[in-house]
């Protein structure tokens, strides 16, 4: 039966690449005239939005890497017999952990709003939204996930709020004032965007705070974050727009760009999507990068050293387009993600093998979901208590 799940995703996966031989069209063609269900769900997939965004992501992955952490992993347990399915299996898990984990959510994506509460966890946890504080000049704190909401600066300026989003209006006013500033705080389990005073827009992450003046100086746009954050920025090629990190500092002109600072991870990654970056570290402008479309400036924070490589834009911005993206990545990565997004404790008991997953799941679902695909791509079970998640083998 297992057999005959992983040669169907097999053949599903080659006929959406137009990679299927005469033989294999005819197999599958057989197949999907037997069973009506199986003939619905690929029609369903074909014809699904995302579904050329996943089927990139497919492409992109490695089967005999996979093949070779499989055959690694069962070395010692199975014979050499067995191989030959394990190698076939290896190739299955990479379809089904992309393609056959999505499909499995297709009938619950048709349904927004609704809940589908998971058959294997008694308890979940919801996933965060629009949640964010802004400290005024004066310091006082204003919520921003209620809707609508109207402030005005000491120095004239206007901020208007829906739920999910600030925006600035400069002042009038050209004459010269104190430069006033304010910060944008987003906690966990939130993801908030704003709009500068110069037209930039900033989507913050969860766990992620900019400061910035709530109205630029004619020299430089410049503001400071700590945590995720993705920006389009306006352009201005006379007003260089500059952003503060704990260990680098960002400078464009117009461009969009994701940056990650977070303080409990060993490396600041800055990602250019289009126009042109320059990466430099703080207080030493002689030490910089510069950044062509498609390359990341990675830093580590141990050693001080800065690689540039090209990067996988699709995995840098994934949380801003709405979903998780795991790609060949370690599980305390991934759970650090899932702690700040769901607002969780994360916990492990005994020792968790080492080993790397695969998959995209929307961050719209429940915690369970992203378990439950998890366990379904590694060796790895979970258990949810509450607020807390506690990790097994």
Not at 23 to 30: A, F, G, R, T, V
Not at 79 to 107: E, P
Not at 239 to 256: A, D, L
Request: contains cysteine.
């Amino acid at each position: 039966m297992k057999e005959e799940t992983y040669e169907f995703a097999s053949l599903v996966s080659g006929y959406l690449h137009e990679t299927l031989s005469k033989e294999q069209e005819e197999c599958l063609m057989q197949i999907l005239e037997k069973d009506e269900d199986k003939r619905k769900l690929l029609e369903y997939y074909k014809q699904t939005a995302p579904a050329q965004e996943r089927l990139d992501y497919i492409s992109r992955l490695n089967v005999d890497l996979a093949w070779s952490k499989v055959s690694q992993r069962y070395q010692d347990k199975h014979k050499k017999t067995k191989y030959r399915f394990l190698r076939y299996a290896a190739a299955a898990v990479l379809v089904l952990g992309s393609l056959g984990i999505w499909i499995r959510y297709a009938n619950e994506q048709d349904k927004p709003g609704q809940v589908t509460a998971s058959v294997k966890y008694t308890q979940d946890v919801l996933p965060g939204g629009n949640v964010a504080v802004l400290v005024l000049s004066d310091g006082s704190k204003v919520s921003l996930d209620s809707g609508q909401v109207s402030l005005k600066e000491k120095d004239g300026t206007r901020m208007s709020g829906r739920k999910g989003g600030l925006s600035y209006t400069p002042r009038e006013s050209s004459s010269p004032m104190v430069q006033l500033y304010n910060t944008l705080i987003v906690p966990k389990a939130g993801t908030y965007q704003l709009t500068l005073p110069d037209g930039t827009s900033v989507w913050l992450n969860a766990m992620s705070q900019l400061r910035f003046p709530v109205s630029f100086s004619s020299k430089e746009r410049k503001v400071e974050l700590r945590g995720e954050a993705y920006f389009e920025v306006a352009k201005n090629s006379k007003v260089p727009f500059k952003v503060v990190t704990g260990n680098q500092e960002i400078e464009v002109k117009g461009t969009h760009f994701n940056i990650s600072s977070y303080p409990d991870e060993a490396f600041d990654k800055t990602t250019l999507l289009e126009g042109s970056v320059k990466v430099s570290e703080p207080g030493v402008p002689s030490r910089s990068w510069l950044l062509k479309p498609g390359q990341e400036a990675k830093i580590d924070k141990h050693t001080h050293q800065t690689v540039v490589a090209s990067a996988n834009i699709k995995e840098a911005i994934a949380w801003q387009k709405g979903y998780f993206l795991f790609n060949d990545e370690k599980l305390e990565s991934i759970m650090a993600r899932v702690a700040r997004w769901y607002d969780v404790e994360v916990v492990y008991e005994g020792k968790i093998e080492d080993q790397s997953f695969l998959g995209q799941l929307e961050r719209s679902k429940n915690i369970s979901s992203v378990l439950e695909l998890l366990e379904q791509t590694g060796n790895v079970h979970f258990k949810i208590s509450g607020r807390r998640i506690v990790v097994m083998p």
